[in-house]
């Protein structure tokens, strides 16, 4: 028999604060006391302390502010299901389960997950959702911390914005908006009239 459980080493279910999900293996051959396995070890998933269900061992879409947040939610439950198969399937597979292996199932598991993200979208739209997942789940960092939830947030609002913008560029040139568009000067400067026109604060003309 065994069993993976999943928890937060927090007490506060309020604040912005990042906390670290655990995960706590247990394991019984027998029904003996001395056959018994029990450890944790950390996932290095990090979910906002307000978002995390004790009971349901998982974060609570519902309490997402925006709808990035939700999509982040999202893959944090995923990732934790998908987890937690690896984890019995290797449990199977080993006569002794160790926090070792069972590390390395989870860090094989999120670099794989990484490995097929690292391509970079062409395409404005889905670069900008890429980027802010990226951001969400800790993989891309400014001076080595993670973004704070305001600045997430703006690039949320920029990605509006360029979305608007992009289609207003198919209208007036018949062409899909990609970041090589701006390579040229004239979408460079369609992009900073549509701006002023549509009275956007200079905060976003700058980003």
Same mark, same amino acid.
């Given at each position: 028999?065994?069993?993976?459980?999943?928890?937060?080493?927090?007490?506060?279910?309020?604040?912005?604060?990042? &906390? !670290? *999900?655990?995960?706590? *293996?247990?394991?019984?051959?027998?029904?003996?006391?001395?056959?018994?396995?029990?450890?944790?070890?950390? !996932?290095?998933?990090?979910?906002?302390?307000?978002?995390?269900?004790?009971?349901?061992?998982?974060?609570?879409?519902?309490?997402?502010?925006?709808?990035?947040?939700q999509r982040r939610f999202g893959s944090i439950n995923?990732?934790?299901?998908?987890?937690?198969? @690896?984890? @019995?399937?290797?449990?199977?597979?080993?006569? /002794?389960? =160790?926090?070792?292996?069972?590390?390395?199932? *989870?860090?094989?598991?999120?670099?794989?997950?990484? =490995?097929?993200?690292?391509?970079?979208p062409k395409d404005v739209h889905k670069y900008i959702?890429?980027? *802010?997942?990226?951001?969400?789940?800790?993989?891309?960092?400014?001076?080595?911390?993670?973004?704070?939830?305001?600045?997430?947030?703006?690039?949320g609002n920029l990605e509006g914005v360029l979305n608007?913008?992009?289609?207003?560029?198919?209208?007036?040139?018949?062409?899909?908006?990609?970041?090589?568009?701006? /390579?040229?000067?004239?979408?460079?400067?369609?992009?900073? =009239?549509?701006?002023?026109?549509?009275?956007?604060? &200079?905060? =976003?003309?700058?980003?």
């Open positions: 028999m065994a069993s993976v459980h999943y928890f937060t080493r927090s007490n506060s279910e309020k604040g912005e604060k990042e &906390v !670290t *999900i655990w995960a706590r *293996i247990f394991i019984a051959k027998k029904e003996k006391q001395s056959n018994r396995v029990v450890f944790q070890v950390s !996932t290095n998933i990090k979910v906002p302390s307000y978002a995390w269900d004790k009971v349901k061992e998982c974060a609570i879409l519902e309490k997402a502010k925006t709808e990035i947040e995923t990732y934790i299901s998908e987890i937690k198969t @690896h984890i @019995h399937s290797e449990i199977l597979k080993n006569e /002794e389960f =160790t926090p070792d292996i069972c590390r390395g199932v *989870i860090r094989t598991y999120l670099e794989e997950k990484q =490995t097929k993200k690292l391509e970079v959702k890429w980027i *802010i997942q990226e951001m969400n789940e800790g993989r891309r960092l400014f001076k080595g911390n993670k973004y704070d939830y305001d600045t997430i947030k703006q690039y608007r913008f992009a289609s207003y560029y198919k209208k007036q040139t018949g062409k899909s908006l990609v970041w090589d568009s701006f /390579e040229s000067k004239n979408t460079a400067d369609m992009y900073m =009239t549509y701006l002023e026109e549509y009275g956007y604060m &200079v905060k =976003t003309r700058n980003k």
